[in-house]
């Protein structure tokens, strides 16, 4: 795992998250935005597929499906979306069977929706879970970018999980860690997990 300061560009970790996924993603590929919040981050997504790609959006909350709506909707770029009201833990029910295996991005926001009820959180149990479904259906040179807040209550011990997560990953798997410069023990963090299948140990014949 790589750490890494973000200061220099002074971009937001959320908009180094789409420079990094806006090189890898082309217009016919499907990718996931796991929390789907106010539809920042299913707008970039479906501007880098729409028309002919797909994004899958989750989130559990009613608000954040109608703001993703209302957000796509009004920039014209409905034509990619499938929006469920799911947690992602849930996602494999809802990934069509010929896209699994396919994912080229999968973006995490976790923590609260802003401006609404701070309580409805992300948390570390079915985190893991959906970072290990995401994991199971991946394209070759996929990338998984997972923004996570240690300040909210409970944000701290999922920031830890995450990074217990990405250090056990095997050989296939190459983890960066970007913070602000001014990083502290509560700033955001933003792991890039990027996924070469041909980076898996050859197995040996005998
Ligand atoms: C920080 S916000 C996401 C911001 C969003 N990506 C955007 O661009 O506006 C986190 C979201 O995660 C959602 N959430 C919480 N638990 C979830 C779960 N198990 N599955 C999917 N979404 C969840 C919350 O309802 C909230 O909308």
């Known amino acids: 795992m790589t750490n890494r300061s973000s200061g220099a560009k002074r971009l937001s970790l959320s908009q180094q998250a789409h420079e990094i996924l806006k090189k890898i ?19 970039f997504l479906s501007r880098q597929v729409s028309p002919l790609g797909c994004v899958y959006s989750f989130d559990i909350q009613s608000m954040a499906i109608d703001a993703t709506y209302r957000r796509l909707q009004e920039a014209n770029a409905l034509a990619p979306l499938k ?36 309580q409805v959180i992300t948390t570390s149990k079915t985190t893991l879970m959906a970072l290990n479904s995401a994991k199971s259906i991946l394209a070759d040179s996929a990338i998984m970018t997972i923004l996570v807040y240690s300040g909210h209550e409970g944000g701290f011990d999922e920031s830890q999980a995450v990074q217990r997560w990405c250090a056990q990953l095997s050989e296939e798997f190459e983890v960066d860690v970007l913070q602000s410069i001014r990083a502290s023990a509560v700033t955001p963090q933003l792991f890039v997990v990027r996924y070469t299948a041909s980076n898996s140990k050859p197995t040996l014949d005998r």
Request: hydrophobic share 35%.
């Open 25 to 43: 993603i082309n217009e016919k590929d499907a990718v996931i935005d796991a929390t789907c919040g106010n539809g920042y981050d299913s707008l």
């Open 83 to 118: 929006l469920i009201r799911a947690g992602h833990e849930q996602m494999l029910d809802h990934i069509r069977q010929e896209d699994c295996g396919k994912i080229k991005a999968v973006m995490f926001n976790l923590g609260y929706l802003p401006h609404s009820d701070k």
